[in-house]
């Protein structure tokens, strides 16, 4: 009797201190986030109002004139729980159009902010409601889905997060991460969103100042080996965020669909633009000695590690009182594994031909995106997408509406297993990814979340279902 009282002692001991905060308080002011209103009084709708408007905001020291939702820098923080019906009142006050893409949520393809393909895009002075349910827990952000690369680059996006009450994470520290960067000169003004021409599309453009949830390394406090949740979002148009804490491992718990099949450690962390990961750290230090939470460099083509330094993303101060002896946290999803058996392949190549008349342009299959026909799928067919990068440049592949399992070049699913919408391609390598286009028919987007390479023409989508009788045309701007 004696073994199995004391293991359940142990057991039950560690998750009982783990519930409970042990972070200094006011450890996360310098990471607030502005949260959007509900106005709603039934518990399970959330209705607010987003406005898309110009807004002068603080970025290290400077007052920067940034296009924002409702006035912030990230837009605010949009709060549910699974199974909530979300209702956007969204208004256009910009002097150009534009739309709100829901990335990574299920939503019906009306609401999935495409001009053109989803909905008539909102011009300036209009107004549009989103309206949809979030069916899984997660991280989620939006964003304009008109000059994508311009618009979120000048600051228009913001965090979704979709909670499971019961989702038995027994961290009370949690903090939601928008990662971003933003460009701007001595006197506060935007870069433009087309500097350094063709190279500079080529390149992927990313802004001079780091962000974490609109603050040039903010401070966060923490009490040594005590638990923190983080929800991260890299909503930059191009950078990509190599995450280090001076070598102190991170426990990622879940990704772009939420939680993964089992928790994994790593001691440092790739987000690429659009992803989304979900960890938990124990940051381990001394009062008067930070920790930063740094940007490693990262080779995702050239210009991305040449003459480029590192960047301290946040800076993590200790508190005086004992290190907390805390369990590790561990959390496991049941997940049928996929079977690619039966799936029809599909190619995807991606490219970036030689400079013609002084102008790149990266193409799908041999066209840009301005000249691609749809590829097709059936409702409810099951594909294997055997996406080929070509070019020597990495390309986060982003899929609207539909989640994706990534299988090896065995045709396994790689463990542990995880709902992804974004993956990235590393140059010169191809990648599978197993969908199931079980649902919800309309013509659904892809592309590269380098919003610079999507503008590029790395753009593409796929008719899910009978076409509409009605067609339209690729024009930019997207
Ligand atoms: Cu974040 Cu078309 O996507
Ligand atoms: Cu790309």
């Given at each position: 009797m004696l073994p199995r009282l004391t293991l359940v002692a142990a057991l039950l001991v560690p998750c009982l201190a783990a519930a409970q905060s042990f972070a200094p308080?006011?450890?996360a002011d310098e990471l607030k986030l502005n949260e959007a209103v509900d106005q709603h009084p039934d518990p399970g709708i959330v209705e607010i109002d987003l406005v898309a408007k110009l807004a002068d905001v603080q970025v290290d020291g400077k007052t920067v004139r940034a296009w924002t939702y409702n006035g912030s820098l990230p837009g605010p923080l949009v709060r549910t729980r699974v199974g909530d019906r979300l209702i956007v009142h969204f208004t256009n006050q910009l002097d150009q159009p534009t739309t709100v893409h829901w990335h990574g949520v299920r939503v019906p393809i009306d609401m999935d902010?495409?001009?053109?393909?989803?909905q008539p895009e909102v011009r300036k002075g209009e107004s549009f409601t989103y309206d949809f349910v979030v069916h899984d827990a997660g991280l989620y952000w939006y964003h304009p889905h008109v000059m994508s690369a311009a618009q979120v680059g000048f600051g228009l996006y913001g965090a979704l997060l979709v909670e499971?009450?019961?989702?038995?994470?027994?961290?009370?520290d949690q903090l939601t991460l928008v990662l971003s960067d933003i460009g701007f000169d001595a006197r506060g003004v935007l870069e433009p969103?087309?500097?350094?021409g063709s190279a500079g599309m080529v390149f992927g453009r990313e802004g001079e100042f780091v962000l974490a949830n609109g603050r040039r390394r903010p401070t966060l406090r923490a009490r040594s080996g005590a638990p923190q949740r983080w929800r991260i979002v890299n909503a930059a148009k191009s950078r990509f965020f190599y995450l280090d804490l001076d070598g102190q491992p991170f426990t990622v718990i879940g990704t772009d669909g939420g939680f993964q099949e089992t928790a994994t450690r790593t001691d440092i962390l790739l987000v690429t633009p659009g992803e989304r990961i979900d960890v938990i750290v124990t940051p381990r230090g001394t009062a008067g000695t930070p920790l930063p939470l740094r940007a490693m460099l990262y080779?995702?083509?050239?210009?991305?590690?040449?003459?480029r330094a590192v960047e301290e993303v946040a800076l993590i101060e200790f508190s005086s009182e004992p290190e907390v002896k805390a369990a590790p946290i561990a959390t496991t999803r049941a997940m049928a594994a996929p079977s690619v058996v039966g799936a029809t392949p599909v190619d995807v190549v991606l490219a970036l031909p030689a400079m013609k008349n002084n102008k790149s342009e990266f193409q799908v299959n041999g066209v840009p995106f301005w000249k691609a026909k749809p590829y097709a799928a059936k409702l409810g067919e099951k594909q294997l997408w055997i996406v080929k990068n070509d070019s020597d440049w990495d390309h986060p592949f982003h899929l609207h509406g539909f989640f994706f399992h990534v299988i090896d070049e065995r045709g396994q699913p790689v463990r542990p297993l995880a709902l992804k919408d974004t993956v990235n391609v590393p140059m010169k390598s191809t990648i599978r990814l197993l969908i199931d286009?079980?649902?919800?028919p309309g013509e659904w987007m892809f592309h590269c979340h380098i919003l610079d390479h999507a503008d590029g023409g790395l753009m593409g989508t796929v008719q899910v279902g009978d076409a509409p009788a009605k067609g339209h045309t690729h024009k930019p701007p997207y």
């Amino acid at each position: 009797m004696l073994p199995r009282l004391t293991l359940v002692a142990a057991l039950l001991v560690p998750c009982l201190a783990a519930a409970q905060s042990f972070a200094p308080a006011g450890w996360a002011d310098e990471l607030k986030l502005n949260e959007a209103v509900d106005q709603h009084p039934d518990p399970g709708i959330v209705e607010i109002d987003l406005v898309a408007k110009l807004a002068d905001v603080q970025v290290d020291g400077k007052t920067v004139r940034a296009w924002t939702y409702n006035g912030s820098l990230p837009g605010p923080l949009v709060r549910t729980r699974v199974g909530d019906r979300l209702i956007v009142h969204f208004t256009n006050q910009l002097d150009q159009p534009t739309t709100v893409h829901w990335h990574g949520v299920r939503v019906p393809i009306d609401m999935d902010g495409v001009p053109d393909i989803s909905q008539p895009e909102v011009r300036k002075g209009e107004s549009f409601t989103y309206d949809f349910v979030v069916h899984d827990a997660g991280l989620y952000w939006y964003h304009p889905h008109v000059m994508s690369a311009a618009q979120v680059g000048f600051g228009l996006y913001g965090a979704l997060l979709v909670e499971d009450p019961a989702d038995g994470v027994s961290v009370d520290d949690q903090l939601t991460l928008v990662l971003s960067d933003i460009g701007f000169d001595a006197r506060g003004v935007l870069e433009p969103a087309d500097s350094g021409g063709s190279a500079g599309m080529v390149f992927g453009r990313e802004g001079e100042f780091v962000l974490a949830n609109g603050r040039r390394r903010p401070t966060l406090r923490a009490r040594s080996g005590a638990p923190q949740r983080w929800r991260i979002v890299n909503a930059a148009k191009s950078r990509f965020f190599y995450l280090d804490l001076d070598g102190q491992p991170f426990t990622v718990i879940g990704t772009d669909g939420g939680f993964q099949e089992t928790a994994t450690r790593t001691d440092i962390l790739l987000v690429t633009p659009g992803e989304r990961i979900d960890v938990i750290v124990t940051p381990r230090g001394t009062a008067g000695t930070p920790l930063p939470l740094r940007a490693m460099l990262y080779n995702r083509g050239y210009g991305s590690v040449e003459y480029r330094a590192v960047e301290e993303v946040a800076l993590i101060e200790f508190s005086s009182e004992p290190e907390v002896k805390a369990a590790p946290i561990a959390t496991t999803r049941a997940m049928a594994a996929p079977s690619v058996v039966g799936a029809t392949p599909v190619d995807v190549v991606l490219a970036l031909p030689a400079m013609k008349n002084n102008k790149s342009e990266f193409q799908v299959n041999g066209v840009p995106f301005w000249k691609a026909k749809p590829y097709a799928a059936k409702l409810g067919e099951k594909q294997l997408w055997i996406v080929k990068n070509d070019s020597d440049w990495d390309h986060p592949f982003h899929l609207h509406g539909f989640f994706f399992h990534v299988i090896d070049e065995r045709g396994q699913p790689v463990r542990p297993l995880a709902l992804k919408d974004t993956v990235n391609v590393p140059m010169k390598s191809t990648i599978r990814l197993l969908i199931d286009f079980d649902e919800r028919p309309g013509e659904w987007m892809f592309h590269c979340h380098i919003l610079d390479h999507a503008d590029g023409g790395l753009m593409g989508t796929v008719q899910v279902g009978d076409a509409p009788a009605k067609g339209h045309t690729h024009k930019p701007p997207y």
